[in-house]
């Protein structure tokens, strides 16, 4: 079983950045790829980007310029950093990795751009 947890979420204001991290814990053999969905109040989650070890990384057309994915082996975490935030840009993002060929998901980290 793998653990998921993001961090990072918080309240900024627009033209902001924000750096959110999704650490993962538990046992795996594989690490396959990771990505960052959102979901806005009363929208369906949405993908808004994703890599896969041995495939290609892939942005929203909402997000592509402003964010980048990346990860750091040593610490098993997954990042996703975000610039010139916008007020759409709110939602819960959630964390979603794929281990031994297996999908796991955290929580969910709230993030709010004011206006």
């Known amino acids: 079983q793998v653990q998921l947890v993001e961090s990072g979420g918080g309240l900024v204001q627009a033209g902001g950045s924000l750096k959110l991290s999704c650490a993962a814990s538990g046992r795996f053999f594989t690490f396959n790829g990771a990505g960052w969905y959102r979901q806005a109040p009363g929208k369906q989650r949405e993908l808004v980007a994703r890599?896969?070890?041995?495939?290609?990384?892939y942005y929203a057309d909402s997000v592509k310029g402003r964010s980048t994915i990346s990860r750091d082996i040593s610490k098993n975490t997954v990042y996703l950093q975000m610039s010139s935030l916008k007020p759409e840009d709110t939602a819960i993002y959630y964390c979603?990795?794929?281990?031994?060929?297996?999908?796991?998901w955290g929580q969910g980290t709230q993030v709010t751009v004011s206006s």
């Open positions: 979603n990795g794929l281990y031994d060929s297996r999908d796991y």
């Open positions: 890599f896969l070890v041995y495939g290609n990384t």
